[in-house]
């Protein structure tokens, strides 16, 4: 029974997360790309490319297998998570950057989502016919990411005001909507996460930490403005643990599978908080000494 109300709690309470952030977007964010090309390709070639790559190695260097091989893949497939900006914020990050890559991310993850974990199950779930994503299976992941956004694009554009009054709210709401996700996601599966804790927890712990320093280092190797390499960071070092735990539960059908977002989401904020107060403090250094 429990699984049952997680399942179908799970797809009610991601389309409101993916709700607020249509309501904090507009058009304008998908076009303001055209002014930061080179920030906003740097991180999306990290995000597409170079974090699913290292997310694999992590795997195969830690030995996971099946369903959480395939579970870690599908995190790191995930889009940035609606904290990222806060973060960036937090850090001195150029904030309009995170809305941008968020809004674009959200559109591909349609496209790359699926084909990283359809090479994931080909890879550690060979022998596994069920778990996959048919045809039908796309059209959820369609529905669950981008229908909730445009919904509250639209609703921002036609209702200012209420959109306004109600973006504070709808945060707390996703905040909540994640913890509880993240809870339900450890709690249900306690048994396959102790017999993997020496695994799972530096793994996701890892993946955080290099997510952080390559969405950072990248950037600035490249000579990316360093607010433009913050917000790249916090953009690819917070992934949506909430999205990769729905799709698991609810278009995979796999509560297993959505166990290294599970803890992922609950260790993520502390690599993320520790980078952005040493990313804060070089700012403020640099500034002392320039003045």
């Known amino acids: ?29 998908f076009a303001r790309v055209v002014k930061y090309p080179k920030a906003a390709i740097v991180a999306l070639t990290c995000q597409i490319v170079v974090l699913p790559a290292i997310c694999y190695g992590l795997v195969v260097l830690f030995g996971l297998n099946g369903v959480l091989a395939v579970g870690m893949m599908l995190l790191v497939a995930s889009p940035g998570g609606t904290s990222a900006n806060l973060f ?7 904030v309009a950057l995170n809305i941008t890559l968020t809004a674009i991310n959200s559109v591909l993850a349609v496209f790359t989502l ?5 090479l994931a199950v080909a890879r550690f779930m060979a022998d596994d016919a ?4 048919q045809p039908a299976k796309l059209l959820q992941v369609f529905a669950v990411v981008l229908v909730p956004v445009a919904i ?3 609703v921002r554009r036609r209702y200012i005001g209420w959109t306004e009054r109600m973006q504070k709210p709808v945060k707390i709401a996703s905040v909540v909507v ?4 993240v809870t339900f996601s450890i709690v249900g599966n306690f048994k396959l996460l102790l017999a993997n804790s020496d695994t799972l927890g530096p793994v996701a712990l890892l993946l955080s930490v290099l997510s952080l320093a390559v969405g950072y280092g990248v950037p600035r190797l490249l000579r990316v403005e360093r607010r433009q390499a913050i917000a790249s960071a916090m953009e690819i070092g917070i992934h949506n643990a909430a999205l990769a735990i729905t799709v698991a539960v609810s278009v995979l059908g796999s509560e297993p599978m959505a166990v290294p977002a599970g803890i992922y989401g609950s260790v ?14 070089k700012r403020s250094e640099k500034l002392v000494n320039v003045a």
């Open 1 to 29: 029974m429990g699984s049952q109300i997680f399942s179908i709690f799970l797809p009610a309470a991601l389309a409101l997360v993916m709700f607020g952030l249509g309501l904090s977007l507009t058009v304008a964010d």
């Open 130 to 133: 069920s778990i996959g994503l």
């Open 152 to 154: 509250g694009m639209w």
């Open 88 to 94: 960036s914020h937090l850090a001195g990050g150029d």
């Open 178 to 181: 994640l913890a509880l996700a």
């Open 114 to 118: 699926p084909l990283v974990v359809a």
């Open 268 to 281: 993520m904020f502390v690599p993320a908080a520790i980078a952005a107060y040493l990313l804060t403090r």
